[in-house]
């Protein structure tokens, strides 16, 4: 009997605390539904979330998306299709940008036979000085590109770091700063159709990353 008793009060007594525990939980819910209503009542109508005020702070970051994925399109349409804007299949006048980011927008370049003299415009895009991010436009073949690179680094700033009198360099273009512009018109004459080429920038370190591949097309 006292245990039935004692199951029946213990029974009721947590139905007690569960009720109590439910009763506080409606009621924090009510007050987080409630808080939230009264948080939205004031952003809509305090002035800092006013609709005609801060709007420039508000719509910035839609444009810097937008600037973003501008600057991803430019970034692959430079990689990709500058040579198709900028250089005709085989032209005989290449154009070549380097930038302050140690980068030509080219890979390749084409170039044809027939071509008697070829001649490469190397635009610096950037701001930064020639002693510190200068850039040129080197050519030799593929076997002689890292004898050449690494020997260019003694020839100084003042040889435009292109060793002197060597048979190797087959055409050179001085170094150049940002937002300078320099071109080098040479003979291919003694260039085969068939043989591989390396162009790239004989300024101390750049070589590992600009350069490209030069194609005499028969
Ligand atoms: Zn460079």
Redesign the pocket.
């Given at each position: 009997m006292s245990d039935s008793g004692l199951g029946f009060s213990v029974k009721r007594f947590i139905i007690f605390i569960v009720g109590c525990a439910v009763a506080i939980l409606i009621f924090e819910g009510m007050g987080e539904v409630g808080g939230s209503m009264i948080k939205g009542q004031v952003s809509k109508t305090t002035s800092k979330y006013h609709p005609e005020r801060n709007v420039d702070d508000r719509i910035k970051p839609e444009f810097v998306l937008e600037d973003k994925v501008a600057v991803a399109n430019a970034a692959n349409s430079s990689v990709s299709s500058s040579a198709d804007e900028w250089n005709a299949e085989d032209s005989c006048e290449q154009v070549i940008e380097?930038n302050d980011m140690?980068q030509f927008n080219l890979k390749e370049m084409k170039v044809s036979a027939a071509c008697a003299n070829v001649t490469v415009i190397l635009k610096h895009t950037g701001v930064m000085a020639a002693e510190i991010?200068?850039?040129?436009w080197v050519l030799s073949s593929d076997a002689d590109f890292m004898p050449v690179a690494t020997a260019a680094a003694g020839a100084g700033l003042k040889n435009n770091y292109v060793p002197v009198d060597d048979n190797r360099v087959l055409a050179a273009t001085s170094i150049i700063g940002g937002g300078e512009k320099t071109s080098v018109t040479f003979s291919i004459e003694s260039l085969s159709a068939g043989d591989a080429y390396t162009f790239f920038?004989s300024?101390p370190g750049?070589y590992a990353i600009?350069k490209g591949a030069f194609k005499v097309i028969a």
């Open positions: 380097g140690l991010m200068g850039h040129n920038c300024f750049h600009m």
